[in-house]
């Protein structure tokens, strides 16, 4: 059967049919997962679940991959598996239960822009035979072009400054379990600048490139302005009219863009109904952002 792809009819997403990723796919198989997902930003690939290498052989096919800087809960064997899940194993976690609880774009803590992210879920939490735990997505490429076209000129020539420890302290203020943040990590992940407005590095379509999460400020701005102005474009780019909530399925292999989206774990489950996703993540091009975004971003922070 031939592989077909349908639109979820929202702001973004689409389900991707009839391609097996627990085996290698063809190019012409490729092509078509590439375009999907580029028109849709957030596509879901039905299937039965599959094996980590599988799931890495086919994140390698979108670019390099990521070593997760939050080291729990990442495969000795395999670094580059993160694994998320509320289940726990002779008493101890066996994944991150609370990752992606803040409105966030992956990997945007790295000095290029990252590119997908790739989450395959194992177990998916019911109630009543409907799927717990939605990812919440929002279309960035529509904020942007929501925004007055005064706006939009001033927003394009700002940066902002980006950090992952900022996500790691507003979580564990708001209860976490995780541990503290380690200098170790802190000197992995430097603060980082990039536009405000980034050009998609595949697609060369602008969006607005700021979320919760992980945007500290807005360079050349006084702190008062930087914040009263981010979280205009926090609350603009989480609007719902820019929304598609994933309904996940066993099996689903979803893949979404890290320059052009912003998503959210909704949890709305516990113990008694397990979640258990394996993950890789995609890192950014460092020439096709350069080609589009000139000198502006992709630098560290001093
Ligand atoms: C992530 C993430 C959302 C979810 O893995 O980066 O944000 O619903 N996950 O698990
Ligand atoms: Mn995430």
């Known amino acids: 059967m031939k592989p077909t792809v349908t639109p979820s009819g929202a702001a973004l997403g689409a389900r991707v049919d009839n391609i097996d990723l627990s085996k290698p796919i063809t190019d012409e198989e490729f092509d078509f997962i590439e375009k999907a997902f580029h028109d849709n930003l957030v596509i879901a690939i039905s299937g039965k679940p599959y094996d ?3 799931l890495i052989r086919f994140g390698k096919r979108l670019g390099e991959l990521e070593l997760n800087v939050a080291r729990t809960f990442r495969d000795d ?8 899940s509320n289940l726990t194993v002779d008493g101890k976690p066996l994944g991150s239960a609370d990752a992606g609880q803040m409105w966030h774009t992956d990997l945007c803590y790295n000095r290029i822009s990252g590119h997908a992210t790739v989450l395959h879920a194992h177990l998916v939490p019911t109630r009543d035979g409907q799927p717990l735990g939605d990812t919440a997505f929002r279309n960035m490429y529509q904020a942007y072009e929501a925004l007055a076209p005064e706006l939009r000129a001033r927003l394009d020539q700002l940066e902002a400054v980006h950090e992952f420890e900022q996500l790691w302290s507003a979580m564990i203020a708001r209860g976490s379990k995780r541990p503290p943040y380690t200098d170790e990590q ?13 050009v998609h590095p595949w697609t060369g379509r602008k969006a607005l490139y700021v979320n919760r999460a992980l945007t500290k400020s807005i360079i050349g701005l006084s702190p008062s302005e930087s914040d009263e102005l981010l979280n205009f474009l926090f609350d603009h780019a989480e609007d719902p009219r820019f929304a598609y909530a994933h309904k996940w399925q066993v099996g689903d292999t979803l893949i979404w863009d890290n320059c052009a989206s912003i998503h959210l774990a909704t949890g709305g489950y516990d113990a008694s109904t397990p979640r258990l996703m394996h993950r890789v993540q995609v890192l950014g091009d460092e020439a096709l952002y350069r080609q589009h975004n000139k000198d502006r971003g992709g630098r560290y922070y001093v």
């Open 52 to 54: 980590d290498e599988s």
């Open 77 to 84: 064997n395999l670094p580059q598996i993160n694994v998320l």
């Open 186 to 198: 802190r000197a992995e992940k430097p603060a980082v600048v990039h536009p405000v407005v980034l």
